[in-house]
């Protein structure tokens, strides 16, 4: 009798910890934000009074440190890192291209045809994915690209 007892308590005390360690992976998900226009001072500090280190363009992706007050600490694809105001974000999906230079193409696979190729640093608006391509809007050029040309 005492064995089945403790035999289903450790079943529910395996399953608490399934349900903890896959709530945890959840949590642990990066968030990345986007810059919503031109020329937004990535800061050293959480404050206006602090020193500029760069001047960013809209769509600019930035990875999502850490959060204080109406601040939030930042990294980017080079992983510099500093704070932005909150408001200068959204959550829009951008991807900048982190390569020399990337293919786009007209579908989801290297066997489409080529439709252009993009500079490392360009910024392109994330419109959909599948599978590992990643469907692309830019003023100049439209189309697919593998996920690991561009960065996130």
Same mark, same amino acid.
């Given at each position: 009798m005492k064995s089945?007892?403790?035999?289903?308590?450790? #079943?529910i005390g395996a399953v608490a910890v399934a349900m903890l360690c896959a709530t945890a992976g959840v949590a642990l998900a990066a968030e990345y934000v986007s810059v919503v226009k031109?020329?937004?001072?990535l800061r050293s500090g959480p404050? !206006? #009074?602090y020193e500029t280190l760069y001047q960013l363009p809209a769509g600019y992706p930035l990875k999502v440190l850490s959060r204080q007050g109406k601040w939030i600490k930042v990294s980017d694809f080079e992983n510099d890192k500093g704070?932005?105001?909150?408001?200068l974000v959204s #959550? !829009?999906?951008y991807v900048i291209v982190k390569v020399k230079e990337g293919n786009v193409r007209s579908g989801p696979g290297k066997n489409y045809s080529k439709v252009g190729t993009v500079a490392r640093e360009v910024i392109l608006k994330k419109?959909? !994915? #599948?599978?590992?391509w990643i469907k692309i809007s830019h003023p100049r050029i439209s189309g697919w690209i593998y996920k690991s040309l561009v960065w996130p």
């Open positions: 089945n007892r403790l035999m289903g308590r450790m #079943k031109d020329n937004v001072n404050d !206006t #009074k704070w932005i105001y909150g408001s #959550k !829009t999906p419109i959909a !994915t #599948k599978g590992d």
